[in-house]
């Protein structure tokens, strides 16, 4: 016979989780109301409601070593025809693919905050376009773009240039203005420094910041890791929203908010319109 007092337990249990739950996102939207200037830092899981794939956990680039290799910046030039053949689809991919609700939340988000003289800056990991493509004014391309090549040599007078080319399997293209050197992507490589634009942009808007939200990242990498802490540094609340909680926690994070990033930021940017409709 079923226990129905455990089972009322439960119930019970699984909606005052739930209201939990709502309680933290409507203090999270809240902050977001109360901010002017809110800076997001955007990973892999973004995009992944646009049919785009991330880099680690089942099905990710990195789960097979050789693609990791290749993308060591020592590995270079040996390995451009294995970068080619993984960044040539993924510039088809990303062409075909449209923004989805987490990247259009955000260009809400920020038509929210210009509207009350605020600033959304968008620190992004992924070199998809898609942020720009959604209609958002201030992306920060933190890795590069695989919407841009550039020659293999740094001494070529030809600068990184929009390329929409995607070379078919085992074709290096050729820099067409030295044409002599291999073409790559405008990519950051493993072992590459990150852009010094880039880095000082985002730390002038991390500095000027109310909230943080990171968002669809592992935080394995650095510029994850270090954008918290420069956050952190000037006081700005920060928010974790993404689909599991990460393996190590950054003592940083000041709240967590589990689930599809295609899911919350909506919810989120509409709790918060509907607070600034209240006020
Ligand atoms: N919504 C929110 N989060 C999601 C979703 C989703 N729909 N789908 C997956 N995620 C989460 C995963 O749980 C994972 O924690 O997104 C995260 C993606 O992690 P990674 O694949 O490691 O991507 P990212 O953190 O952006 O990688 C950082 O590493 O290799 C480099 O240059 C590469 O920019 C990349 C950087």
New binding site residues.
């Given amino acids: 016979m079923a226990d129905y007092n455990a089972i009322d337990r439960l119930t019970a249990q699984l909606s005052r989780a739930q209201s939990a739950a709502s309680e933290r996102q409507a203090d999270v939207a809240g902050r977001l109301h109360r901010a002017r200037r809110v800076v997001v830092l ?5 995009s ?2 646009s049919g785009i ?5 089942a099905g ?3 789960e097979n070593p050789e693609l990791l290799e290749a ?1 060591q910046v020592g590995s270079l030039p040996d390995s451009l025809p294995i970068i080619w053949s993984v960044k040539g689809p993924m510039r088809a991919r990303a062409l075909a693919a449209r923004p989805n609700p ?1 990247h259009m939340a955000l260009v809400k988000l920020e038509s929210q905050l210009v509207g009350r003289g605020g600033r959304l800056t968008i620190i992004t ?3 998809d376009g898609l942020h720009q493509r959604a209609g958002n004014t201030e992306v920060l391309e ?2 590069g773009s695989m919407m841009r090549s550039r020659c293999y040599d740094r001494t070529c007078s030809l600068k990184p240039f929009e390329d929409t080319y995607a070379p078919p399997a085992g074709e290096v293209p050729i820099c067409p203005r030295c044409q002599v050197q291999p073409l790559r992507p405008d ?2 490589l ?1 072992g590459e420094a990150l852009p010094w634009s880039v880095i000082s942009a985002a730390e002038f808007a991390l500095h000027q910041a109310d909230v943080l939200l990171v ?7 650095s ?2 890791t270090t954008t918290i802490d420069s956050a952190a540094a000037y006081g700005v609340y920060c928010v974790l ?4 909680p ?1 393996d190590h926690p950054h003592p940083h994070v000041n709240e967590t908010l589990l ?6 930021l909506p919810r989120l940017v509409f709790l918060a319109a509907a607070q600034a409709g209240a006020a």
């Fill in positions: 955007s990973g892999a899981g973004i992944v409601a794939g991330t880099y680690r956990g990710g680039l990195w993308h987490a990991q992924n070199i933190m890795h990519v950051v493993f968002v669809g990242t592992s935080g394995a990498v510029s994850a929203i993404n689909k599991e990460w689930g599809s990033a295609e899911e919350v």
